[in-house]
């Protein structure tokens, strides 16, 4: 089935550092692929997303490119700020059966908090 | 425009009972989702529903069932409840009922306690 690993945290960064957090999926279809992020006590929201190989998604200086040949969906952000401190959960939405994409399937997630 | 909400925020139940959650969507949205958060793990899909039909279900038993209503609000019911069950219920609204070509928008959920 359907699956999502994305990098164990928790990551912690000082202002103004690069950021990477690596996402690699299995999915036996063409997958959409997404970041969604938590903030503390808020339900999640969609941060970026690529529906294709080779798509770069990009949000808030956020970017992921779809890579099929590395099954492979990195978030990265060239200089965090404190307000970035959240879980990031990667997740990805496959085609089923009936050839809709209906359900997301996530990652466990990844506690970033980011240090002035 | 309101979001997503969700009731109630905080549940405490015990082992054996029953519970229901509720959800109301952004207005508009015909699609109901429903996903279980464990603490430390990632959102697991549950069900979904669209114009009052569930479209999909996740791995999850039986005691677990769900409808929505022709405001398309829904809810959650779970049955005899166990302590695993305790957890940040999740509930997402989208326009359409595919992921694809539109958004999913998340509610701050249900946390469930089940002692």
């Known amino acids: 089935g359907d699956s999502v690993t994305q990098m164990e945290g928790p990551v912690t960064l000082s202002e103004e550092a690069f950021l990477t957090i690596n996402c690699t999926y299995t999915?036996?279809?063409?997958?959409?692929l997404f970041w969604y992020v938590q903030y503390p006590g808020e339900g999640l929201q969609l941060l970026l997303k690529?529906?294709?190989?080779?798509d770069k998604g990009s949000n808030k200086g956020f970017e992921a490119t779809y890579r099929k040949e590395t099954t492979s969906f990195h978030l990265e952000k060239g200089s965090v700020q404190v307000s970035d401190s959240a879980v990031y959960f990667c997740?990805?939405?496959?085609?089923?059966?009936?050839?809709?994409?209906?359900?997301?399937?996530f990652g466990k997630g990844t506690l970033l908090t980011v240090n002035p | 425009d309101a979001g997503v909400t969700q009731s109630p925020t905080h549940l405490i139940k015990t082992r054996g009972q029953q519970v229901t959650l509720r959800c109301s969507p952004i207005?508009?949205?015909?699609?109901v989702s429903w996903y279980q958060q464990v603490l430390g793990q990632g959102p697991q899909f549950i069900f979904q529903?669209?114009?009052?039909?569930?479209?999909g279900r996740g791995n999850f038993p039986d005691r677990f069932s769900a409808r929505q209503f022709p405001n398309y609000s829904s809810e959650l019911n779970v049955n005899a409840l166990l302590l695993g069950d305790s957890a940040l219920y999740l509930c997402?609204?989208?326009?359409?009922?595919?992921?694809?070509?539109?958004?999913?928008?998340f509610g701050q959920g249900t946390r469930l306690t089940v002692v």
């Open positions: 997740a990805l939405s496959d085609r089923d059966s009936g050839g809709s994409n209906y359900k997301l399937t």
């Open positions: 999915a036996t279809g063409y997958p959409s």
């Open positions: 997402a609204s989208s326009f359409l009922a595919r992921v694809i070509g539109t958004e999913a928008f």
């Open positions: 529903y669209y114009e009052k039909e569930e479209r």
């Open positions: 207005s508009g949205h015909k699609s």
């Open positions: 690529a529906t294709k190989a080779d």
